[in-house]
DNA sequence: CGGACTGGTGAGAATGATTCCCAGGTCGAG
DNA sequence: CTCGACCTGGGAATCATTCTCACCAGTCCG
């Protein structure tokens, strides 16, 4: 209950966006949309809540969840699955994952050159076709490496 | 309450184990083990529980989270996060993984022969140490290809 | 033999992430 | 102004996983 919109941020994003028939998305999923653009981790939706309610106060963790699901299905973020809940990203082009086992941050890795031929011979024998490919890649950043051993 | 041990069972395990003195692993662990290795799919913690259960019907769903975390804690078998629940699997050297979408099924990947370079590559860049690398392949196995489109 | 000890067990409670449900609020069109 | 589509926040519900606990089998020591 309780919703308390507020008009300035409303007026904003309606002069923001081209279509002013059909409305899509509200102040609340250009929030969480802006949020996951500007921070470079890939943030837990928990992460995205905290985050985001210092913008707006009352912002409920459904809402979040809705959202975050949302800019996924319309390829506006990615999702990856992580051994500690999701994690939310925009980038949607292929791309892999880095995941430091001593602080736990995920950074982004380019694809390899060679990726597309292991893929294609990948398909030739298995005679599945291949939608997507995501690596994780674990181990120690640069900054764990250096304080621990 | 009501263990209810098997003696023939107990006694055929402690026979097939070397060490009689120090016991490691129970009936339970040694069906789970034994249920892994025998299947090629990589199965979830339900799943286990539902196949070892014709052999052991009174086993705990806790008892089989338990010693699948023995055994990927002694490195006899290894887990995977999925979207829809942790795998399971005995293989633990390095491979990735391919997910149909359509079945659900996921099967073994070999790595390809590229990944190494890319992998030092990718040190020398970003400064970090790579423990392991998990490549998730989802597309289409060649099944639910032909039967669908 | 007998009793303390260790390590494993099954049941059910507890937890934590995610989704569902619902009674609203907001906006644009008519 | 009213209607209807869409979205919200909160709390209940769900689901996988972990924790707690009383208890039991085997071992060690006397």
């Known amino acids: 209950m309780e919703t308390r919109y507020n008009r300035d941020e409303m007026a904003a994003r309606a002069t923001r966006q081209a279509k002013p028939s059909t409305r899509r998305g509200s102040m609340q999923r250009e929030a969480i949309a802006a949020y996951l653009e500007a921070v470079p981790v890939h943030p837990t939706a928990e992460q995205v809540l905290r985050a985001v309610r210092k913008k707006i106060p009352g912002l409920g963790l459904a809402t979040v969840y809705r959202n975050l699901e949302a800019l996924v299905r319309d390829g506006r973020a990615s999702r990856t699955v992580h051994p500690e809940g999701a994690?939310?990203?925009?980038?949607?082009?292929?791309?892999?994952h880095f995941t430091c086992s001593g602080c736990g941050v995920v950074e982004n890795v380019e694809p390899g050159p060679q990726e597309a031929a292991w893929i294609k011979a990948f398909q030739r024998v298995s005679g599945a076709s291949v939608h997507r490919i995501v690596a994780d890649i674990q181990g120690l950043c640069g900054a764990c490496r250096r304080r621990q051993g």
Chains 1, 2 share one sequence.
């Open 87 to 96: 994690r939310y990203d925009t980038r949607v082009d292929p791309h892999h």
